[in-house]
């Protein structure tokens, strides 16, 4: 049986494909048409996912949709009128677009379906439709280790659920409670996110990864003032300082009253305001995790926990409830925002809407979340002869060590191997590498690869067998989903001098032997990188543990500031050329900068992505 899952047309459409209960397929439309958090319909994630299979449209048997629009369209309009007569504004500028489209979303999916092949019209269902929050709670129990669990969902808003909790047991979810809009976890960190100056859907990581540079000063404000917090971590939030609910912005005059200042302008010098606000809203809202994942075990009496929801996305977060909460393991959907509700969708459909039966599978059912498109060597040979690039051709044999012994020189790598990741983060597949002993690196990959803000930490890669010899975690972490701290045995001592520097003149010194991967609070958001899902990037990492004696690299995404992740030998390509990227490697292709036709020079990255 073929069941298609879709998510769109709000932020980060994508498509997933389960075949007889297994995700043999699922992409990011932003991947294609090179739009970030494009919310589109998702046609060419689509149409790769049935490529990927070799089926035709006709050949599915079911379509789902993971909300379901006409409780949304309630729940706007019910909001417009608690809040009457302010939002009219708003109301005037939602209601053309619900009115014309969304409220008629399964006429439109079904027009864009059309699109795509043929399908029989007259099958009521084809297309399906999943609660918002059961998709995110299908996505993270259904691929899950475990045969029995409770599930977590916490993002800005579903239909009317904010935060909900499930009992996953064996092929069925079973609700338990949920928290509605407004009172929104996500909500309230992406209120802090647009306070701080950056982009909310896009910035709340940037506000994650400021949060150590400040301290805490404002938690109480925000715990007396905006939010309601009961010791069972049930919340409500004061709406008199948020505008979201019905206005344009996400935060009110009220609230910048208590913060004593407006919103900071995007791309603005950030201040150890803005580094001190990130910090505080952190703590608040992992105190608020604790206690909901506290009171969830204490209901279910269940000894494992499944996350989803654009909140499970705080790594620091999740690391905490990993070393301080009461479940004896957690597991992360890897694209646990909108994006990872298409593959909720159709493994919904699978096992509760068909009842198939479900054995959990270990590690996990997605596969380390390399279910993109992938490129053979002839493909890119193809490519690159086509625009006359300079390349030399090896064996793995030859390629690994060469790597490593390029990385080891401080060069900086574009590596594109494999399936593409599905979701935020790259693992390895379409990945930037770095030395993580270089002083120098996180700066240089920040501001010369990267054209982001200096601020931003880079992550680790680590071979599985070894994350306990650099970091304090004793189990896997191969989605870069959980932050830990590194270990006393590498840490570093800091001058009397250097100890005094606060906001980002902490940058300036060396915390580890790893620095370019530790963070000035000594964390590091994780990934450990297994034999069994990607063997290549396994033995590059092995092969620069031999030639060094270091086991870890930095991995940034392939991309640069407000440019989703390659996708294609020619993404990859554009990206080495247009920044100061030293080699690119396209599977068993090793391409020198230094090498390439002048002419091929890309155009500058911010000439074609805008800022995020």
């Not at 404000?221 to 009961?230: A, F, G, Q, S, T």
């Not at 990267?450 to 994350?467: G, I």
């Not at 992740?565 to 247009?578: G, L, N, S």
């Amino acid at each position: 049986m073929n069941i298609l899952g879709i998510s769109a047309f709000y932020h980060d459409s994508a498509a997933a494909l389960v075949v007889d209960g297994n995700i043999v397929a699922a992409a990011q439309e932003e991947r294609f048409t090179r739009k970030k958090h494009d919310a589109a319909f998702p046609e060419q994630a689509i149409a790769y996912c049935l490529q990927s299979a070799n089926l035709q449209l006709s050949d599915l048997d079911h379509v789902v949709f993971y909300e379901k629009p006409l409780i949304t369209f309630e729940r706007l309009l019910e909001t417009y009128l608690a809040y009457a007569p302010k939002g009219f504004r708003s109301f005037l500028m939602a209601m053309p677009v619900w009115l014309k489209e969304k409220l008629y979303l399964k006429a439109v999916i079904r027009r864009e379906l059309a699109q795509l092949g043929e399908y029989d019209r007259r099958d009521r269902q084809f297309l399906l439709f999943a609660e918002h929050h059961q998709s995110h709670a299908a996505s993270a129990f259904f691929p899950s280790p475990f045969q029995q669990a409770a599930v977590l969902c916490i993002d800005a808003v579903g239909e009317w659920a904010t935060t909900s909790v499930w009992l996953g047991q064996d092929n069925q979810l079973i609700p338990q409670w949920e928290i509605n809009f407004p009172h929104s976890l996500g909500m309230l960190y992406s209120a802090f996110t647009y306070y701080t100056g950056f982009r909310v859907n896009s910035g709340e990581y940037k506000l994650m990864g400021l949060a150590p540079y400040g301290q805490p000063i404002y938690a109480d404000k925000i715990m007396e003032n905006l939010l309601d917090l009961k010791e069972d971590g049930s919340f409500r939030l004061n709406m008199d300082y948020f505008n979201y609910s019905v206005g344009l912005t996400m935060t009110s005059r009220k609230f910048h009253k208590l913060f004593e200042g407006e919103p900071r302008s995007p791309e603005s010098a950030i201040t150890q305001r803005e580094m001190d606000l990130a910090a505080s809203i952190q703590k608040v809202i992992e105190e608020v995790v604790l206690r909901l994942a506290r009171t969830v075990h204490r209901e279910t009496g269940e000894d494992y926990l499944c996350l989803a929801g654009g909140v499970a996305l705080n790594c620091v977060s999740n690391g905490r409830l990993l070393r301080e909460g009461p479940f004896k393991d957690i597991w992360i959907q890897p694209a646990a925002g909108d994006a990872g509700g298409s593959v909720g969708a159709a493994l919904s459909a699978w096992y509760q809407y068909k009842d198939q039966p479900r054995k959990a599978a270990s590690p996990d059912a997605m596969g380390g979340s390399y279910l993109g498109p992938h490129f053979s060597n002839g493909e890119i040979q193809q490519y690159l002869d086509s625009i006359g690039a300079t390349y030399e051709h090896f064996a793995d044999a030859q390629l690994m060590p060469q790597v490593a012994e390029i990385l080891a020189s401080e060069n900086v790598v574009g590596w594109f191997q494999g399936p593409m990741e599905f979701g935020p983060r790259a693992l390895g597949g379409r990945s930037i590498l770095g030395d993580s002993r270089s002083p120098k690196m996180q700066s240089v990959m920040n501001l010369k690869i990267k054209q982001r803000e200096s601020f931003r930490p880079f992550a680790p890669s680590v071979l599985a067998e070894r994350v306990s010899d650099y970091f304090q975690m004793d189990r896997s972490s191969p989605y870069m989903l959980q932050v830990a701290t590194v270990q006393d045995s590498i840490r570093q001592p800091i001058p009397a001098q250097a100890a005094l520097a606060q906001g980002l003149d902490q940058l300036k010194t060396p915390r580890s032997t790893i620095p370019a991967v530790t963070h000035v609070d000594y964390s590091a958001r994780i990934q450990t990188v297994h034999r069994e899902t990607n063997p290549r990037y396994h033995q590059l990492l092995s092969q620069f543990e031999q030639k060094t004696g270091c086991a870890v690299l930095v991995n940034s995404s392939f991309n640069v500031r407000g440019e989703p992740i390659v996708c294609t030998p020619a993404d990859a390509y554009r990206c080495f050329m247009a920044t100061e990227m030293d080699y690119l490697v396209l599977e068993n292709y090793l391409l020198c900068k230094a090498k390439q036709p002048p002419q091929l020079k890309a155009k500058s990255w911010a000439a074609t992505f805008a800022l995020d």
